[in-house]
């Protein structure tokens, strides 16, 4: 494998290798979660699951989900949408262009992406009216510090007209979901079972549709994602492929799961006990690819701090405490990805995440 520079410029140890080479695990566990999200779901059911949640959160840092409850056909509706908006000309697309967007919203292209990736993407964040446990249709301040920020969708009469709809549905029962996820998840940190939720009343959790065309016959190794760890505390998704130990795992779909990986904003808060693992996409189906990942991170006010509970005794975390969105670091994490800009917790905010209109995106065949 080549090797990983983190977000902060340093090089990185994939520290699942240890567990992979302690044979901790070959593949990715897959957890039925059903039993510990049942209304009425004992505590023994609960602790049960967590224990699995944190097999792999240390060990692997993905697993996929089974028995999470949102039926296939809401994914293939968003999916189907999808695919009329970006089967769509350039120009249309870019109509929607995420460069007008002071958070990044809207469509990002095959070419001009920072990474010179092969893939296409829509992009959306948290929208009230969306949210089946937060129904006020307050409007979210337009204000990238602050960390929220409007959406942006194709019009009704567009030949995507349904993509705002069909990708909100999956969205807001995505948001259910991932609020009992992070339970479960603080149940296996061994941390009290409510410790994220006043942080995800309204959080941050951005979502995206990725497209992938199929690659060249000629180049098999041809990149759609490359190599990445994700910004929030865990992403929930549909199908990826994944590195440990120097060799990639593959990561193929398993009908009836989400893939759920863990984010740095997790490995900051307990100090690197769940693994932010890297990861990647390339598309060998031969086929187009359509993935919908969202990454589930904690209301832009909160202070990620390293947990005490995950310190031994003496330990000091190697995390500085870091606010999730307000002054930046989810904002400085996107500039990084979607605009190729270098990560520093120094440069100003306005300065960081400035979208310098005037660059133009060029189109590749
Ligand atoms: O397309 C996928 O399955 C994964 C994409 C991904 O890793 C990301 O957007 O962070
Ligand atoms: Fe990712």
């Not at 039925?32 to 692997?60: C, L, M, T, W």
């Not at 469509?107 to 990474?115: C, D, K, R, S």
């Not at 307050?138 to 030949?159: F, I």
């Not at 890297?278 to 919908?292: A, D």
Request: with cysteine.
């Amino acid at each position: 494998m080549s090797k990983f520079v983190d977000y902060t410029g340093k090089e990185r140890a994939i520290r699942s290798a240890k567990g992979r080479a302690a044979g901790a695990f070959d593949e990715v566990p897959v957890i039925d979660i059903r039993p510990a999200i049942a209304e009425g779901a004992s505590d023994e059911a609960r602790a049960a699951v967590a224990a699995q949640i944190k097999h792999a959160g240390e060990n692997v840092g993905f697993m996929y989900l089974a028995g999470h409850g949102i039926p296939e056909e809401v994914q293939l509706k968003a999916f189907q949408q999808a695919r009329l908006f970006f089967e769509q000309d350039l120009g249309a697309k870019r109509q929607l262009d995420f460069k007008k967007s002071p958070v990044f919203r809207g469509y990002e292209g095959l070419a001009g992406n920072a990474q010179g990736d092969r893939k296409e993407a829509f992009n959306w964040g948290y929208e009230p009216s969306a949210d089946p446990l937060n129904p006020s249709n307050e409007d979210v301040v337009e204000d990238a510090t602050a960390g929220s920020g409007k959406n942006v969708w194709p019009s009704l009469d567009s030949p995507a007209g349904g993509l705002r709809d069909a990708i909100l549905d999956y969205y807001g029962q995505a948001l259910v979901l991932g609020r009992k996820v992070i339970r479960l998840f603080a149940l296996a940190l061994d941390l009290p079972e409510d410790t994220f939720d006043k942080s995800f009343a309204v959080p941050g959790v951005l979502g995206r549709i990725l497209h992938y065309p199929p690659q060249p016959p000629s180049d098999a190794e041809a990149i759609g994602v490359n190599q990445h760890t994700d910004i929030e505390i865990l992403t929930l998704n549909t199908e990826k492929y994944n590195t440990q130990a120097g060799e990639w795992l593959e990561v193929p779909p398993i009908p009836g799961t989400l893939v759920c990986n863990v984010g740095d904003m997790l490995a900051r808060w307990t100090n690197d006990r769940f693994i932010s693992t890297v990861h990647r996409v390339v598309n060998r189906t031969g086929q187009q690819r359509y993935s919908m990942p969202c990454f589930f991170g904690p209301n832009y006010s909160t202070m990620i701090e390293t947990f005490s509970q995950c310190l031994a005794p003496g330990e000091t975390s190697k995390y500085e405490p870091i606010r999730a969105g307000e002054v930046g670091y989810v904002w400085r994490r996107l500039a990084r990805s979607r605009l190729g800009r270098k990560y520093d917790e120094k440069e100003k905010l306005e300065d960081a995440v400035k979208i310098d209109s005037a660059v133009p995106v060029t189109a590749v065949a």
